[in-house]
């Protein structure tokens, strides 16, 4: 059995406890990287847990972060802190206080070699050895952790083509051209789905979008297991690639969020100067960021986005032309197909240049909003979609929407209230049918005498002419403003 203590005795690995002496003989099932800042939705018990504290950013930040592993059972926590000057002092109190062994990680070994290494002892333990063609695998991981050489070596292993496909159906990578909407097919739930002479097996990993491996042969075997699961190594170590790439993107992010200079951030992001960008906001269920962000970095995939998070929104930034909205509606569809999503809705903005992002911004914004109040679980807006008058009236505070629904719309609202009757539906649909009592009497399905009667009662309340196209325009808005 592979223990805690175990771990700590292997030399090339050079891990120091911290602390937790009393705690290294808990059992460890398997490693697992993850950077969340709350990581209670994915870990489970036995695991160790391998972190590069990306999530750390202030004093605090340790207590809910080493909570969620003592909660789910983890064995052990092992933390570089390279990129935060050591590992803070905090961590290692939270470590301390639930009783989580700390292993300091350091700063000169790669994440790569102690998941090889870590895999190899988890192993040898179950009394199988690695075969000399699961040797080769875990070399082609290690080498070179991209996932193309991985499935080349994976199929010249197995014997048949195999690829790895996400739940929205992109083909993440490949050795050949694989069946059409092979996803479709595949069963929640099950260890592998069989479907046409293909075999279908989830990759693991507690990620917001599912992977999948498969393989062109009905009984994949142990293999395919363990390519399987070092395809899950290796999404983990890119999905650190990405969030480390996220939290250099944070200077521009945080700008576009308060309206702040983005000249020199835009600079140090990695975007093409010369291009449009497009802004997209998402926002996920619990008022989760980070799964709304890694949503949106597997829904955007193919376009590259540079994704981070902010307060309680995620952002998306993507460049050059393309019909991202349309891409991620359809690739949300597949993917509802596979696992109910409870919500998600999603607003974009732009295409703009650098000039312009604050606005496009705004328009994302607005179209996320927008969004949401459709109240459905699953909602895209683009904010080229979005009618002039709607931007208006959305982006007033709330304070003065209410103030002008009042000020406008204050005598009708009150009547309808006393008197039970609905003008204000009235005054709407009239307006909406371009001012024409014959179009708006059908669509009401009253006489238009009826309407007439009540359009001039309505302008009498409100002690305006609803015939004149400036009062018209005022009205209108102010019957938009939802608060």
């Not at 991620?328 to 295409?351: C, I, K, N, Q, V």
């Not at 109240?375 to 003065?400: M, N, S, T």
């Not at 302008?459 to 015939?467: A, K, P, Q, R, Y």
Request: net charge negative; charged share 20%; glycine share 10%.
């Amino acid at each position: 059995m592979t223990t805690v203590k175990t771990l700590l005795e292997i030399p090339e690995l050079r891990l120091r406890l911290r602390t937790g002496a009393g705690q290294l003989g808990r059992a460890v099932s398997r490693i697992y990287v993850t950077e969340l800042p709350d990581p209670s939705r994915y870990v489970s018990a036995g695991e160790v847990v391998l972190s590069g504290l990306l999530w750390w950013r202030e004093p605090g930040d340790a207590g809910p972060f080493v909570a969620a592993l003592a909660r789910a059972g983890v064995a052990a926590l092992a933390a570089s802190g390279a990129d935060t000057g050591g590992i803070p002092p905090d961590v290692v109190q939270a470590c301390a206080q639930h009783r989580i062994p700390l292993l300091e990680v350091p700063a000169d070994l790669s994440f790569a070699v102690i998941t090889e290494r870590v895999v190899l002892e988890l192993a040898a333990a179950r009394g199988r050895e690695p075969s000399g063609a699961r040797k080769r695998l875990l070399a082609a991981a290690t080498e070179d952790i991209s996932l193309p050489v991985l499935l080349r070596q994976g199929a010249i292993e197995l014997g048949a083509p195999c690829w790895v496909l996400s739940g929205t159906g992109r083909v993440v990578a490949g050795t050949a051209v694989p069946p059409e909407d092979l996803v479709a097919h595949f069963v929640p739930g099950r260890e592998v789905t069989v479907h046409d002479g293909y075999a279908l097996m989830p990759v693991g990993g507690s990620f917001a979008v599912p992977w999948l491996l498969a393989v062109a042969q009905p009984e994949p075997g142990e293999l395919a297991a363990e390519l399987a699961e070092l395809v899950r190594l290796a999404r983990a170590r890119a999905d650190q690639v990405r969030r480390m790439s996220g939290r250099a993107a944070e200077p521009l992010l945080q700008a576009l969020a308060d309206g702040g200079p983005v000249g020199d951030a835009y600079a140090a992001s990695g975007l093409p100067a010369d291009t449009e960008i497009r802004v997209l906001l998402a926002r996920a269920p619990d008022e989760n960021p980070a799964l709304a962000a890694e949503m949106l970095a597997e829904l955007l995939a193919e376009a590259r986005p540079l994704v981070g998070v902010v307060g309680e929104d995620a952002y998306a930034l993507v460049a050059g032309p393309g019909n991202w909205m349309r891409a991620a509606a359809e690739a949300l569809t597949r993917l509802d197909r596979l696992m109910s999503l409870s919500r998600f809705h999603l607003g974009s903005g732009g295409p703009a240049s650098v000039d312009g992002l604050h606005g496009a911004t705004q328009e994302a914004r607005h179209a996320v909003e927008l969004a949401a109040r459709r109240g459905g679980r699953i909602e895209l807006v683009a904010g080229e979609d979005i009618a002039v008058h709607q931007l208006l009236a959305a982006g007033a505070p709330d304070e003065l929407r209410r103030s002008v629904r009042e000020r406008v719309l204050g005598p009708l609202l009150a009547y309808d209230a006393a008197q039970g009757t609905d003008l204000v539906h009235t005054v709407r649909v009239y307006l909406e049918c371009s001012s024409s009592p014959t179009a708006a009497a059908r669509a009401l399905h009253v006489h238009v005498n009826t309407l007439r009667y009540r359009i001039a009662r309505a302008s009498e309340l409100l002690g305006v002419d609803l015939n004149d196209f400036v009062t018209q325009v005022d009205v209108y808005l102010a019957l938009l403003v939802t608060v």
